[in-house]
């Protein structure tokens, strides 16, 4: 998956965490076929209760971002060195728009709780505005 690393956040992370955040975009650029367009369906579907069905996702995308309640969710291994490239609190964070029955909906969630979402509360970390149509 394409993750990228937005420069104006970069005043934030230390030189460590920058470090982390590379390890994190590599780690999905070589393990994760799935697309931003599909976690955010995913996500979607996974609070349709409150939200509708027939999730069309319009607009994904992910970055990277610091996440406090995980450590070393990914972990990246040169294969050539062997070296373990570890990412501390860093995460990849989904966005987006998607149309569902009941109207639309602006969205945000980390990767690691989607990947929980079956096992756990999801919505509750998951960060929604929710517009209805106007008739």
């Not at 780690?27 to 799935?34: I, L, N």
């Not at 990914?74 to 989904?94: A, C, K, L, Q």
């Amino acid at each position: 998956m394409k993750v990228t690393f937005e420069e104006n956040y970069k005043v934030f992370y230390t030189v460590e965490e920058y470090e982390q955040a590379k390890a994190v975009i590599q780690s999905e650029k070589q393990y994760d076929d799935e697309t931003p367009s599909g976690w955010a369906k995913y996500a979607v579907e996974e609070v349709h209760d409150k939200y509708g069905w027939c999730v069309d996702v319009l607009k994904a995308s992910a970055r990277t971002a610091k996440n406090r309640r995980i450590w070393d969710q990914y972990v990246w291994i040169t294969y050539d060195s062997g070296e373990e490239h570890h990412t501390g609190m860093m995460d990849v964070w989904i966005e987006g728009i998607a149309k569902t029955t009941k109207g639309f909906l602006e969205f945000g969630a980390y990767l690691s709780d989607i990947w929980l979402a079956g096992s756990q509360p999801f919505g509750q970390h998951m960060y929604t505005r929710f517009y209805e149509p106007k008739e």
